[in-house]
């Protein structure tokens, strides 16, 4: 009888919840919006000069600085040899290509499935997306050593004949990166325009100049309206297969090669609900430092867009859970010999506190938390869960490169791997992907308001019997 | 044949700039000599207005179809104009050629799909075109062309419908 009356108490107060409380029946007038973003926009306090200054110290020093020190050393300073060729460059590479994912799966995904919580969050995702890709970009660069002849990827007649082989899986990865980054950028920069047509009506001086160029010249006509919302359309669709498609090359990367922990189906599925599982809590990330670090933000972005940012990353966990223990259950049952030696190296030898520590962050924390709708709500609790899936989701790919390559079919070869100037670089990336992050905060509308418009237009609340209930419209 | 005169009706709601547009077309005004400039994407349906064309769909169509071709040149042809021989392997194998096919399809697809925008649209242009800012704060505008002898009557009758302002369209820098 107890639950009964719990229930029908907590149903009561669902009930008469203030439909306030949800961004898409608490409308302002679109020029009090467009206001308060642009005043977001404007306003730099001298605590975001300070992280601002501190980030392109770091910037400088571990990204270009020990970029340049690698450079001049050679590949020596790292700490990639044999067997673990793939160190932390890797490492890096696929968690940044995996935080790219959650811009596309959020805006994407969720305007295909019309999830209206999409709305104010779905630029920030989508500026993760560009972001994160030119770190992932970055690091494969890095891991060349020598960089100034990149150029001979590409195909051209050439004295070595030395030809790319497009059906290498490296060519695929430079085909699917190459193709998601372009995608991903065009992506954002289409439901854009007309916020930058916005921010130039209301801009002077350089940046009027630059908002005006950016805007390319939008009103708002019909056509332009309607050639906007087809090619979003076609975006949204399109840009799915090919977001799968690159964190599964990325997987085949490993699964194609027949080394211990990697010869497995499961990849593919295994690494695409990972990036999702990285990139998803990234986004409840940067969302919330947003929310509480930009001014009028906290209109905009409501524990309710937290709430169900918590929900999604509970289900990606389960999501990653069942793929990870797939993949465990196979390469366990196989019995083969030297993938035996690496699942206990993995969970037994130095860095076995890893390994335990990433289904800590991975599964156990967000299990344990994330179903409680108070803790989904809670700004810095749901930050500090996304910064902890984030930690484990590191843990889970260092485990998968260079704890994996430390064993292989050759035991006169075992040898730890020890990151040398990677970790530095490491360290750059972060910060160059925070500073990318905080000056398109104050360059671009960090927040779609004709979107948000749109749904409050579409929002309604309508009487069924006594009750009155939420509706939403399809204005398509 | 009179001289025309373009006015720009500005509205607050969709209502009565929808009912303006019924009425201008009461009035003797085509629908080509009209447009609707807002904030927000209103449809066809939601304004009475006729189907706007867009090529936006046949330019991605042939765009996925220049991708494949391009991907279909660097999966069956570059094997054979520089043969990689890799013992026991085939030139050009089933399974990676795939691969590469989706990625160019779907890369020519988009990029294509976003270039179709800027051509329907004429992006980038940034000659003057009749415009006012309020249309980003959530305005309405209603543009249309009429015959210059008779504008006063196509101003009073805006204004009756709840036009907030309707006045001859300036050319603004944008």
Known sequence: MAVTAESLQHTLVEEHEDPREHLMFDPKPRGEMNGMVMDSMLTTSWKFWVVFIALSILVAVFLFGAWGYLIANGLGVAGVNRPSYWGIFLVNTVFWVGISHAGTFVSALLRVFKAEFRRPITRAAELMTAFGLIQAGMCIFMHMGRVWLSYWLIPYPNGRGLWPNFHSPLAWDFLAITTYILASTMYLFLPLIPDLAMARDRSTGWRKVFFRILALGFRGTEGEWTHLRIAMGIFAFAILPVMFSVHTIVSWDFAAAMRPGWSSTIFGPYFVVGALQSGVAAVAMVVIFIRSSMKHMKYFIRPEHLDALGKLMLVISMAWAYFFFNDYMVQWYGGDKFTHYLMHFQESGPLGWMWFALLLCNVVIPWLLLWNRKVRRNPGLLFTIGLIINIGMWFERYIIIPVSLTINRMPFSWRMYRPGIEVALGIGTLAFFILLYMIATRLIPIVPVWEIQEGQMAHSLRKVGKATVKSVSELD | ?174
Not at chain 2, 24 to 30: A, T
Not at chain 2, 154 to 165: D, E, P
């Open chain 2, 1 to 174: 044949m009179s001289e025309m005169k373009t006015l720009l009706a500005l509205f607050e709601d969709i209502d009565p700039a929808v009912a303006a547009i019924d009425h201008l077309r009461d009035m003797g005004i085509r629908d080509e000599q009209i447009n609707v400039i807002s904030g927000i994407p209103l449809t066809e349906s939601m304004l009475g207005r006729p189907r706007q064309w867009s090529n936006v769909p046949r330019l991605a169509a042939g765009g996925s179809i220049a991708g494949f071709l391009i991907g279909a040149f660097l999966a069956f042809v570059t094997p054979l104009l520089y043969p990689v021989s890799v013992g026991g392997q085939a030139l050009i194998p089933g399974p990676p050629t795939i691969v590469v096919l989706f990625e160019m399809t779907m890369l020519g697809m988009l990029v294509s799909t976003f270039i179709g925008v800027f051509l329907d649209s004429t992006f980038p242009s940034y000659r003057p075109k009749e415009y006012v800012p309020e249309i980003s704060d959530g305005k309405i505008a209603v543009l249309f062309n009429c015959p210059a002898d008779n504008e006063m009557a196509f101003m009073n009758a805006m204004t009756n419908l709840g036009a907030q302002s309707i006045a001859p369209a300036e050319l603004q820098k944008l």
